[in-house]
Every structure is written in C-alpha cells, then in structure tokens.
C-alpha cells in the first residue's frame, strides 16, 4: 500500500504539539475588576502566551526539516520515513533552497527518489540557480533517476536561470546518449501537451 501524503506538502496544517506541553489558559469569570478576571485590565493567562508556543513549534518543525534534509543527504531512508511521521516536511528546504528531491537525485539515492515522488513531492527548483531536480539529474548524468522524474512528469522545457533546459545540461555534461533521450521525451510531451490544449 502506498505511504500516506506527507502533510506538509498536501495542506498547511498545524503540527501536532505531542511533544510540547500545553498550558490552559484560565480565566476568572467573575465579572469583576480582580486580576485575572475577562473584565481586568490585568487579565493574564495561566502558562506562556499563543506567540511563545507558535515560536516554540516553528522552531522544533525548523530542527526536524534540517534533520530530514540532512538524513537525506547520507542516504538514510529509514530516518526520513521516521522523521516524515513525526511530522517532519519533505518539501522542505534548506538555506540554498534544495530540497531533499534535489540532494537525492544530486546524490543518486534512487530509492528515496522513488520515495519522494510516491508521496507526491513537487519538482521544485532550486531557488538559487532555478534548477529543477531533472537539471541535476541531467548535469551528473543520474540516467535512471531521469527515467523516474520525467515518468513522474517532471517538466523537459523548463529552463533555469542560465536558460538551460535539462537536456541542455546533459550536454554540457557530455553525456550524448542522454541528452538525445531527454531530446526525444521533450518532443514527445510537447506534442501531448498540444493535443491536450486543442482537445480544450
């Protein structure tokens, strides 16, 4: 059975707080000018305040992403999985904007992949040099990762901030043999997409 879509990249949710201690939040309802009552200037809640928790849980979301990216990047599956169910983001990116699709295909972690795109992650680019994770497949000549991403169809066009497509960057890796398949895949999901506009 397929793994679950990660959280993260299917809705904006609020992270369960299963490993942050909560504090009610008290009032007294006297109706009287008494500290803690809805009608004191004065009024406190018991615990620490909304902002405080929200800050607290973007920071222990922030560790875990870096946790993720960083377990990607030895090639740990398991620990991704492990850290993807404790909420942890796949989408998640680090300060170079790579995302773990892109250290995986940088790497030729086939596996995990395989395992991102089954749980729908996007083929985002990367916020630098506006690469996609076909790019980086394509410069270091990862052939059978291209074969998974453009299956999962990732975009053949798209260029990056240097205008280069990813068949582009197979060639400037001298990698012929698979800048002519790349080539061939452009053209066939070229014309699929003008079938489908003109059937619209």
């Known amino acids: ?20 201690q909560l504090y009610p939040i008290n009032f007294r309802h006297n109706h009287s000018s008494e500290p803690g009552s809805p009608d004191s200037d004065n009024a406190a809640a018991v615990g620490p305040p909304v902002g405080q928790l929200v800050r607290r849980r973007n920071s222990f979301l922030s560790a875990m992403n870096k946790n993720l990216i960083e377990a990607c990047k030895r090639g740990s599956l398991d620990k991704m999985r492990s850290l993807r169910d ?38 985002d680019r990367h916020r630098e040099k506006g690469q996609t994770a076909l790019h980086k497949a394509s410069w270091y000549q990862r052939r059978q990762i291209c074969h998974l991403l453009v299956q999962a169809g990732a975009s053949l066009t798209i260029t990056d901030f240097s205008g280069l497509t990813p068949r582009q960057q197979a060639q400037r890796a001298e990698d012929s043999e698979l800048a002519l398949w790349l080539e061939t895949q452009e053209h066939m999901q070229l014309v699929k997409k003008e079938n489908q506009e003109t059937e619209v």
Request: glycine residues 8%.
């Open 1 to 20: 059975m397929p793994a679950s879509k990660s959280p993260g990249c299917l809705a904006t949710e609020l992270f369960p707080f299963h490993s942050m």
């Open 86 to 123: 404790e909420g942890a983001d796949l989408c998640a990116a680090d300060g170079a904007g790579m995302t773990c699709l892109h250290h995986a295909t940088r790497f030729g972690y086939k596996d995990i992949v395989a395992y991102l795109i089954e749980n729908a992650i996007r083929h």
